[in-house]
């Protein structure tokens, strides 16, 4: 059985740990909100029972870990954890992405700390781990909001380029492993919105609930490049609909990609 890990609570994470848990993998979902997280183990939990029509071989081998990527000391303090408590990791999903203001405990950008920072720290203190076994995939969702996004290492489109040079410069590094970058999370409708203000909620939900997808599809993607044989080759692409999608010639800035990750190993205290 494969073993994962990723934020999962609601939204795309919580349908990517449904889908994976059917299939029969042990699912660790690192989450901030015990109760939510509780909740959607629950569920996923009751679906997955033979009982269930949907499926008859689900697992219910779903466990929480408590996971605060607005803070750098909580991703280690959990890394630490989930080395000593776990033997093995196939598949790490960044999963996490919000708009919001604020900063984070560390004192970055909220939107860069969490969507980027949090994910990178994360990432590298799991690497060793991931490529064991034959080597592991790291899956993390961006958004088409990243073509807006320029590195000043603040604001949501600015953090999703973020997590494309990320993925770019970790393929290179990790060449021989599985690494995609996932589904264009922003047009997917799920609770991105919820660290907004009243009046921008206002713009964001109507327009969601006309034009974007439903959680359990736009999961289909990360599933994808979670799971599916022979995409080894496309290590470092950015997928879209299930396929690998060409992108903008700064989302695969070499040179930024390589400043980026240095850059981010220093605010985290890596070098």
Known sequence: ARHGHYRGN???????????????????????????AE???????????????????????????????????SVRCFASMFLKTESRLDLLINNAGLVADGRTEDGFGIEFGVNHLGHFLLT???????????????????????RWGRIDLEAYCNSKLCNMLFTHELAKRLKGSKVCLSAPAGVVRTELSRNVSLWQKVFIEPVARLL???????????????????????SG???????????CTWARDDAMARKLW???EKLCGLS
């Open 124 to 146: 590298y203190l799991l690497l060793e781990r991931l490529k064991e076994d034959g080597g592991g995939r790291v899956v993390t969702l961006s958004s088409m909001a990243y």
């Open 39 to 73: 909740t959607a183990i629950a569920d996923i939990k009751q679906v997955g029972t033979p009982d269930c029509t949907l499926n008859e071989t689900g697992s219910t081998d779903v466990l929480y870990m408590q996971l605060d990527l607005a803070s750098l000391k």
């Open 237 to 247: 692409r950015y997928f879209s609909c299930c396929a690998a999608q060409e992108v």
């Open 212 to 234: 974007f997808l439903d959680p359990e599809a736009g999961a289909q993607t990360t599933l994808h490049c979670a799971l599916q044989e022979g995409i080894e080759p496309l």
């Open 10 to 36: 609601t939204g795309i994470g919580k349908a990517t740990a449904l889908h994976l848990a059917r299939k029969g993998a042990r699912v660790i979902l690192a989450c901030r909100n015990r109760n939510k």
């Open 262 to 264: 240095d850059v981010s």
